[in-house]
């Protein structure tokens, strides 16, 4: 008997806690006009830095995943990054390709600074952990930019560590102090490093000798976020964006005059740039979800729309095909088009900013699920398992959502998660249960649940879940929140009205990645979390006609069951950010300690005094 209820009780655990867990769909090139997007398992990934590989490849890096590629028809396969030396997940960020055909790719996380080396044969990464001590080093760096530079090596942008870096495979590591905080880098025509910077100038740093010099933009200070991509052009000038004031500027190396042209559509947020094929430079605009092309000789723009909005654009590479590609974090889809022929149709609008001309909103999907000005959140599950004694089910990824705004308290002190003003605040699909009713079966129903039996449409059987109550939210002492849910059994025999609950689950998740983190150049943050917890799984009611048949399903699945018999294991992704449906709603702030939550997110780290040039240290790190 007890080997009977412990097996009754795993059964029941996996009704109840699979429920909405649905197998990820591989990423599939959809053509939509002359754009194809691909659609990533896990869209919350956020993918961000892009580059090409061999064979016709294209890799990407995810703040809140891991490294994916894309192959030549499209599949999309995703390798997990290695934890750092505190035992937790990096932040990868941009990507960008060395001579030898390795990938590169930077860590976002200021507690561990790291930068990868990705072999394309294997999608095996080699991790590299930046000093943090001494003059000279990248102590909070959020390291976000990288490229390969003129002597063979990669050198990447150490943002609020003020340093620049380079990099060689053997692990040897210079930092080289700038006084300035790098964002985006490139190598010029004159085999200089040129890169953007937080205080809206370009900056160049001679190899040979570690000087610095900083130009300034006419217009660099006057937004936020200041300075995004930077990109030698094809007149040999350096091109970058500035997508707080919605401008693409030009520097001539030789005379450091800068020139800068606006965007045709104000506030779109220009991010991204490369030089295409065809001559011309082309950018993402974050905030329209379009993509445009700039004429070096005059510096006309042309915006392209994109097909899906709120896809945030960001990177962009002139990548396999000749086609122009680029990263659509907001959506969680990678991009391309051919230069040659871009979408015809109007430009999509941008969103609007925080503040007209200072601070346009690089827009997610999920934001627009939410109020303007509203704390927004969305957690998606990415796997995890149900224990309940010696038995353990894996749950694969792409499963349940949440999303809301915080609001304020209700009754119970706690502040209540509302539902988003678009979409469902729970999504989930039903799941079929292998071998359905017969399968459930005590002793005999792993066998009869293979037979022929098992799949007539009366014994069909599969798991739904809906809220019981309001989602409660805790902020102190960490991200918490309460659910209340209900778990259905749908199948001919047992009804409409079958259902396992009210479950109560008292969620805490833990932030897999230290805290949250959000890049500056996006407008959300997004990290990966675990949850584990214990669940306590009630009796089912309204079961066949009347109830009849309560008793028995109760009796196959061992139920009710106690919390301390059963644990709950999940890895997600949970997303924060501002809403911006521009919808009503009677508030018209966000809760003092959700408020208090993204700013604490959205602060970089202070760089205090950075050393200033020619200063530079060399060490050599032990490869991971």
Request: proline letters at 11%.
């Amino acid at each position: 008997m007890r080997h009977r209820r412990r097996k009754a009780i795993s059964l029941a655990a996996a009704l109840a806690l699979a429920a909405g867990a649905l197998t990820a769909v591989p990423g599939v090139a959809a053509a939509a006009g002359p754009v194809a997007q691909i659609a990533l398992p896990v869209p919350d990934v956020v993918p961000s830095g892009l580059a090409a590989g061999p064979g016709g490849t294209v890799w990407y890096a995810a703040n809140s995943g891991g490294i994916g590629r894309v192959d030549a028809a499209g599949k999309v396969t995703e390798y997990a990054v290695g934890a750092n030396s505190r035992d937790l997940l990096g932040i990868p960020d941009a990507m960008a390709a060395a001579p030898d055909g390795s990938l590169w790719f930077t860590d976002l996380s200021a507690s561990v600074p790291r930068v990868g080396r990705v072999d394309p044969a294997t999608g095996a990464s080699t991790l590299y952990e930046l000093p943090t001590t001494g003059t000279v080093g990248f102590r909070n760096a959020q390291v976000t930019g990288i490229t390969a530079g003129p002597d063979g090596a990669m050198w990447f942008t150490g943002r609020s560590s003020g340093s620049i870096g380079r990099i060689e495979a053997s692990g040897t590591v210079t930092a080289y102090a700038t006084g300035l905080v790098p964002v985006e880098i490139t190598t010029g025509p004159d085999r200089a490093l040129w890169f953007t910077t937080n205080g809206g100038t370009i900056g160049r740093l001679d190899p040979a000798t570690g000087e610095v010099a900083s130009y300034p933009t006419p217009n660099g200070r006057n937004g936020s976020p200041v300075m995004g991509g930077i990109v030698t052009g094809p007149d040999g000038d350096l091109w970058f964006t500035e997508p707080g004031a919605g401008k693409v500027g030009r520097i001539d190396p030789a005379t450091h005059a800068v020139t800068e042209y606006a965007t045709p559509l104000a506030d779109s947020m220009p991010s991204g740039i490369t030089a295409g094929p065809d001559g011309r430079l082309w950018i993402t605009e974050m905030a329209a979800s379009n993509i445009a092309s700039v004429d070096p000789l005059s510096g006309a723009m042309r915006e392209y729309p994109l097909p899906a909005t709120l896809s945030a654009p960001a990177r962009i590479i002139s990548g396999p095909g000749g086609h122009l590609w680029f990263t659509e974090p907001g959506r969680g889809l990678i991009g391309h088009l051919d230069p040659a022929a871009p979408p015809a149709g109007t430009r999509n609008p941008a969103v609007p900013p925080t503040r007209a001309g200072s601070a346009p909103n690089g827009a997610a999907r999920f934001m627009n699920q939410c109020p303007a000005g509203q704390i927004c959140q969305t957690q998606a599950t990415t796997g995890g398992s149900v224990k309940i004694g010696s038995f353990e089910q894996e749950l694969p990824a792409g499963a349940i959502r949440i999303t809301g705004y915080i609001g304020e308290p209700d009754e119970t002190g706690d502040l209540v998660l509302k539902p988003p003003v678009a979409g469902r605040q729970l999504e989930s699909a039903p799941v079929e249960v292998p071998g359905g009713l017969i399968g459930r079966l005590p002793l005999v129903g792993p066998i009869l649940g293979k037979t022929p039996a098992a799949l007539w449409d009366v014994n069909r059987l599969t798991v739904t879940q809906s809220l019981a109550g309001p989602i409660h939210v805790s902020l102190s002492g960490g991200l918490g929140a309460k659910a209340s849910l209900n778990v259905h059994l749908n199948n001919q025999l047992l009804g409409a009205t079958c259902a396992i609950g009210p479950i109560e689950a008292d969620l805490a998740p833990a932030f897999r990645t230290g805290g949250l983190a959000i890049n500056p150049a996006l407008s959300w943050g997004a990290a990966q979390i675990a949850i584990d917890a214990p669940v306590a799984v009630p009796a089912a009611k309204g079961c066949g006609p009347f109830g009849i048949l309560d008793g028995v399903i109760n009796q196959m699945m061992g139920l009710p069951s106690p919390a301390s018999e059963n644990s709950m294991t999940l890895t997600g992704i949970i997303s924060l950010a501002a809403g911006i449906n521009p919808s009503n709603t009677p508030e018209t702030a966000p809760p003092a300690p959700a408020a208090e939550l993204l700013r604490k997110a959205r602060t970089p780290v202070a760089p205090g005094a950075l050393p200033a040039a020619p200063r530079k240290t060399t060490v050599r790190v032990a490869p991971r």
